[in-house]
């Protein structure tokens, strides 16, 4: 059934100031809330957003612990790739969050296994997450949810398919620079959150938005499984949005 909220925007701009909305709403209820976050390009202004809106004091982050979906096996934290330096440049370093309160896996650690069950026992232990934002792969993945047989459970390590190291190859010098592996959280780990708000922009994204949303739910199109999800909001600019048509 498709009962998923979707909001058209006119800009890549503008939805990411509907995505800060959303968490604007969920923050403004509870101080010390669990945000799920993502990197990419997709989420740009709604950093953005977040850091204009803690400076005019319409939402703090001083309580907020933050869960981020995935990193990249083998990049230091200082590495420019690494989703961690991501977070620092785009988010944190402009931000009141408390280092204590960040939760991303750290692409270093040799132990995967321990590192993946630390990560649920720690999102457990802070209440699980109120509020996700997600972007979605050309190929329907979430988080580093790649197409599978089946909808990987929890926090895991996962090989990168050559369709996903390619599209994230004009970030590396070399294409050989892209990491094979990364860790992620599982699609029940996204799905535990008690709301979803899922970005797509760019006409590059059309085709699979109406793949997973207006299709049937297959772990061969992991955002699909969304459907199944009872808050999500969707908020596409207007190239994205043409999938529905
Ligand atoms: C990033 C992530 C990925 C991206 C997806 C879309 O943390 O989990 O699933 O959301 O690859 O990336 P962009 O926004 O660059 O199109």
């Given at each position: 059934m498709f009962h998923m909220k979707v909001i058209k925007?006119?800009?890549?701009?503008?939805?990411?100031?509907?995505?800060?909305?959303?968490?604007?709403?969920?923050?403004?209820?509870?101080?010390?809330?669990?945000?799920?976050?993502?990197t990419g390009s997709t989420p740009l202004p709604f950093y953005d957003e977040l850091i204009q809106r803690e400076k005019n004091r319409a939402l703090s982050f001083s309580s907020v612990r933050t869960v981020n979906l995935d990193e990249y096996v083998g990049l230091e934290a200082e590495d420019p790739q690494?989703?961690?330096?991501?977070?620092?440049?785009?988010?944190?370093?402009?931000?009141?969050?408390?280092?204590?309160?960040?939760?991303?896996?750290?692409?270093?650690?040799?132990?995967?296994?321990?590192?993946?069950?630390?990560?649920?026992?720690?999102?457990?232990?802070?209440?699980?997450?109120?509020?996700?934002?997600?972007?979605?792969?050309?190929?329907?993945?979430?988080?580093?949810?790649?197409?599978?047989?089946?909808?990987?459970?929890?926090?895991?390590?996962?090989?990168?398919?050559?369709?996903?190291?390619?599209?994230?190859?004009?970030?590396?010098?070399?294409?050989?620079?892209?990491?094979?592996?990364?860790?992620?959280v599982g699609i029940g780990t996204i799905m535990s959150a008690k709301k979803i708000v899922m970005m797509a922009v760019g006409g590059d994204k059309a085709e699979i938005i109406k793949k997973a949303f207006c299709g049937p739910v297959t772990p061969k199109i992991p955002a699909s499984i969304l459907q199944f999800h009872p808050n999500v909001t969707l908020i596409c600019d207007e190239a994205a949005y043409m999938g529905f048509y």
């Open positions: 925007a006119k800009t890549h701009k503008e939805a990411g100031y509907l995505a800060a909305d959303e968490f604007e709403k969920v923050m403004g209820k509870k101080a010390d809330c669990v945000i799920g976050l993502a690494s989703y961690r330096y991501y977070m620092q440049k785009n988010l944190f370093d402009h931000i009141s969050i408390k280092k204590e309160n960040i939760l991303i896996p750290n692409g270093l650690e040799k132990d995967k296994e321990t590192l993946c069950r630390k990560y649920e026992n720690q999102i457990e232990v802070w209440g699980g997450i109120d509020i996700q934002l997600l972007g979605i792969g050309h190929n329907g993945h979430i988080g580093f949810n790649e197409p599978d047989d089946f909808f990987a459970v929890s926090t895991h390590e996962v090989k990168l398919t050559e369709k996903t190291r390619k599209a994230n190859q004009r970030f590396f010098k070399s294409p050989n620079d892209v990491p094979k592996s990364a860790i992620t």
